[in-house]
């Protein structure tokens, strides 16, 4: 497949030569990788070319190079170079630098399907020197787009960086958190009942109610951030009685 076309497009090969060609199309896979090129040297001739002999590609104002992740080699333009710097190939991000190498930014996955949105965690592992990166991305963990990645990377190569990993505000708090918390509470009410007896005794039917007391235990954990908890309760009904005598039967019953 086809994703885009480009026009006076300079490809430089590791043998050290160039060539320049008036139009060139950039080959992605069905993943949306760019994976190859296709220089269109006349109307009826065509040359293809594998990654594996180009170095990098210069695109009008854009320029790509070839990386390697995880065996496998990628045409990526870059879109920030810098301490940290980010790549693009197709709609997939990658980020660099020397500490930890070149790494896949992943999409979110639910139920089977993959979104728009990018992962938290690797992007927090590379801005662990930078304290506001930290805060801005996880501000923003539930959704990260391509924008909010480049915010962070330019925040990330403006930043006066620490020697130690630093973490977000909210993280510390999350952390020093008790473990659990324990709320008491009492309830009073009114419990109201509708009975029939129609299989006893036809047209026997009865609507009555009754106080109701009781106490509720609720145990908030730290478990998905304080999102789950638990409720125990305990109700007492005060007893209530129901006589009944229809069609020469008799019903007593208790509540």
């Known amino acids: 497949m086809f994703a885009q076309k480009n ?34 040297i006349d109307s009826n001739k065509k040359l293809n070319f594998n990654l594996t002999e180009v170095l990098s590609v210069n695109e009008k104002n854009r320029h790509y190079t070839v990386k390697q992740s995880e065996k496998n080699l990628y045409l990526c333009q870059e879109v920030i170079i810098g301490n940290l710097s980010l790549y693009k190939s197709g709609d997939h991000y990658f980020l660099e630098n020397e500490e930890h190498g070149f790494k896949e930014i992943s999409k979110v996955e639910l139920d089977g399907i993959t979104l728009n949105k990018y992962n938290y965690s690797t992007l927090s592992v590379f801005v662990n020197k930078c304290k506001k990166a930290q805060e801005e991305a996880y501000n923003k963990n539930s959704s990260i787009t391509p924008s909010v990645i480049k915010s962070i ?61 009781g106490a509720q235990v609720y145990f908030n954990t ?6 789950l908890g638990f409720l125990f309760l305990v109700d007492y009904s005060f007893p209530s009685e129901f006589n009944s005598s229809e069609n020469n039967i008799h019903l007593k019953t208790k509540l």
């Open 7 to 40: 026009n006076t497009t300079t490809i430089y090969f590791k043998d050290g030569t160039s060539k320049q060609f008036d139009k060139v199309n950039f080959l992605n896979n069905v993943e949306d990788y760019i994976v190859g090129l296709e220089a269109k």
């Open 222 to 227: 730290n478990i998905l951030e304080k999102s």
């Open 153 to 213: 990377v330019s925040t990330y190569n403006s930043c006066h960086l620490s020697e130690d990993t630093q973490f977000a505000a909210n993280v510390i708090k999350l952390a020093n958190d008790q473990s659990e918390i324990i709320e008491i509470g009492i309830n009073i009410g009114y419990s109201f009942s509708n009975t029939s007896f129609d299989k006893l005794s036809p047209d026997a039917s009865n609507s009555y109610g009754t106080p109701v007391i």
